[in-house]
């Protein structure tokens, strides 16, 4: 819902962020949800309230930060902990559109699977919406997915309990989708379609080679309608053939975001039809 100003015209509406824009208003944000998450208890202190060292949580991150983020010694790091988030915050204020992005990413990797970090990616798809911008967290993975539904589509493939194979293909090609500066549309394309081969692979239980027969096999046993039959046989035509997994899309010279992104949700959404009618029976 629009906010007073931009409905009775005192304010120009929002639009839609370029992939590369990072105004004050985003960027704060992620500054301000990085420090109530993760960048927090700074320093310990005596009793009249003297910095005697790093308080052991800003200890741990910050650690992290010098050695796997910004790739310096941890010797590096100020003695006093104060200093240190000053150069933290220095940095983070200056970094590129991208690095923003793998910095909050950075810090949501530091716990998976931890409340925080849900927490955290959870607050971030929320700055994310409100600023229109063209990234949301799926698990704790960024990428160029706004569009709430065809994100939840993404995030359950790579959240599946079934199959690892998916989960791990789904999750790759989501990197190399989204990857910054330079995403990688063509490897994301075989990661997605290597997911649906997964998938079949468990839902018939056979070996990975070709998914045009134990497809049908699978259709057969979970009694799928005739036209829907039909749908995914045509997708698999367009992803396979005879010798196995081979995107016939792959043979074009020029592959775009559209094309990587149709896979992506298409091949996360199939996969997750599947496993979904493995478990009904």
Known sequence: MSNFSNRFGYEPAQTDLSETAMPNTLRDGLWDLSRIYFIKDIAERDIIERIVGYGSGFDRISRAIWFSFFKESVDDRPRNPESALQILRSRFKEFPFFKVYEFIEFLANTSPGSSISDEFTSSCNMLFERERAAFRFADTILIRISDEAERKEIEDAILQDHSVGVRSHIQRAAQLYS???????????????????????????????????????????????????????????????????????????????????????????????????????
């Open 179 to 281: 990857h910054l500066p330079n995403p990688d549309y063509r490897n994301s394309i075989k990661e997605s379609v290597s997911a649906i081969e997964s998938a079949v692979s468990f839902v018939t239980g056979q070996k990975p080679g070709g998914i045009a027969k134990p497809l049908r096999s699978a259709i057969a046993e979970f009694n799928i309608h005739p036209a829907l039959r039909d749908g995914f046989e045509k997708l698999y035509a367009y992803t396979s053939d005879a010798e196995g997994i081979r995107h016939a899309l792959l043979d074009e010279p020029s592959l775009t975001q559209a094309d990587a992104r149709y896979m992506l949700i298409s091949c996360s959404a199939f996969a997750n039809y599947l496993l979904a009618k493995k478990a009904e029976n």
